[in-house]
């Protein structure tokens, strides 16, 4: 496993939000699933912005983050199973198809990304014109912020439908899974019902 820090420093709701009513702006507040509790971590919101015609922004806001595990700075790098310890996610899925896309951003700043046919079937790892941007914010207090920038040239075209999602890991090996949506008994982010948001189409001009 990834090397990690755990360092202790000195926090409703559930489901999908609209943050704002721009319809290129979106947010989620997640919730763990039930069946892996966090110890310390109390809420986690996500902010989605797509205004930018190049970039499409993301950030993660983790409260209540004193006790949170984190992979040492690595640099931007490709690299698989980041979901083994603290990483945040973000899947997307054209409309009116079953392929999507994943992405997964680890605070040590390395990155993935994954296509699939179907779900979790026909997988492959796509060439990407530019790395996503990551930026790890933390802290002596248990607020932690995570920021990511992707090109939107890696995306696929608009509309689509998406979830943001989080592995977090804290200390003691515990493990949780957020979502702002969970169906199974399982965490399973994979599963379309957890594609809660939806990003139109630029308006023609």
Request: aromatic fraction near 8%.
């Amino acid at each position: 496993m990834t090397a990690r820090d755990c360092r202790t420093g000195k926090a409703e709701l559930s489901g999908r939000v609209v943050i704002t009513d721009d319809e290129h702006t979106d947010g989620a507040i997640l919730t763990p699933h039930p069946a892996h509790p966090p110890l310390l971590v109390g809420r986690v919101a996500v902010m989605l912005d797509a205004r930018d015609p190049h970039w499409l922004r993301l950030r993660w806001r983790i409260e209540g983050a004193q006790r949170l595990c984190v992979p040492r700075l690595t640099g931007r790098r490709r690299a698989d199973e980041l979901w083994r310890t603290t990483c945040f996610e973000l899947f997307v899925q054209p409309e009116g198809g079953s392929s999507y896309q994943e992405w997964n951003f680890s605070p040590s700043q390395s990155w993935a990304s994954y296509d699939f046919v179907g779900c979790r079937s026909g997988m492959t790892a796509p060439d990407v014109p530019r790395p996503p941007v990551i930026t790890w914010r933390g802290g002596a207090s248990g607020l932690r912020l995570m920021d990511v920038a992707i090109a939107r040239a890696g995306l696929p075209p608009l509309p689509w439908r998406y979830g943001l999602t989080a592995v977090l890991e804290e200390e003691g090996g515990r493990v949780s899974f957020w979502a702002a949506v969970h169906r199974a008994e399982k965490p399973d982010f994979h599963d379309p019902a957890c594609f809660t948001g939806r990003l139109a189409a630029p308006a023609a001009a």
